[in-house]
T-cell receptor, first 110, second 118 residues
């Protein structure tokens, strides 16, 4: 069971918008920055969002991140079939003194 | 461009020690800004953080694995290492090495599948 809680799956039509939630506690999301990763089948995770809402170079502005108290949200607009992947949130847990991830959310673009 | 590459045996017998190497190119492992870490992913499951090492040698480990894990660094070879003792079938996973901060893994290796089986 993961320290951070994500919905197992979300789906939306091409061109639409979807949000993925990540719920934690005061010792992890509430106390540290959140990052988001995209994992296409058979590949390594790729950083999408860091420090709650910042995008690395090369990540389109269709991807956005936000954080509120002990929860974080990844937003994806203008959905494309190529966005079908697993998405993970991650952060540091100050009580556990270790990194933590969400269980992952499978995005299906219908 | 920062690149990381895992290398290891592929197959490990139960009760033995899993040993992996991560070779870094395009960046110095002696950088004072970043941590170097290991993450694993059992087949069909999610990501699990194993631990991280700072170039000066300080380490952080997943509490659930701490008794079996050692992560170390060799700055002269620009490599860092993972050792996991007393492995069981539950340790079968794709193992990734990564560079980042405490909260973010900016760069990942491609991953290497380690199977624990006799």
């Amino acid at each position: 069971q993961s320290v951070l809680t994500q919905p197992p799956s979300v789906s939306a039509a091409p061109g639409q918008k979807v949000t993925i939630s990540c719920s934690g506690s005061s010792s992890n999301i509430g106390d540290n920055y959140v990052s988001w990763y995209q994992q296409l089948p058979g590949t390594a995770p790729k950083l999408l969002i860091y420090d709650n809402d910042k995008r690395p170079s090369g990540i389109p502005d269709r991807f956005s991140g936000s954080k509120s108290v002990t929860s974080a949200t990844l937003g994806i607009t203008g959905l494309q079939t190529g966005d079908e992947a697993d998405y993970y949130c991650g952060t540091w847990d100050s009580s556990l003194r270790g990194g933590v991830f969400g269980g992952g959310t499978k995005l299906t673009v219908l | 461009q920062v690149q990381l590459q895992e290398s290891g045996p592929g197959l490990v017998k139960p009760s033995e020690t899993l040993s992996l190497t991560c070779t870094v190119s395009g960046a110095s492992i002696s950088s004072s800004t970043y941590y170097w870490g290991w993450i694993r992913q059992p087949p069909g499951k999610g990501l699990e953080w194993i631990g991280s090492v700072y170039y000066r040698g300080s380490t952080y480990y997943n509490p659930s694995l701490k008794s079996r894990v050692t992560i170390s660094v060799d700055t002269s070879k620009n490599q860092f290492f993972l050792k996991l003792n007393s492995v069981t079938a539950a340790d079968t996973a794709v193992y990734f090495c990564a560079r980042g901060t405490m909260t973010t893994k900016h760069y990942w290796g491609q991953g290497t599948l380690i199977t624990v089986s006799s």
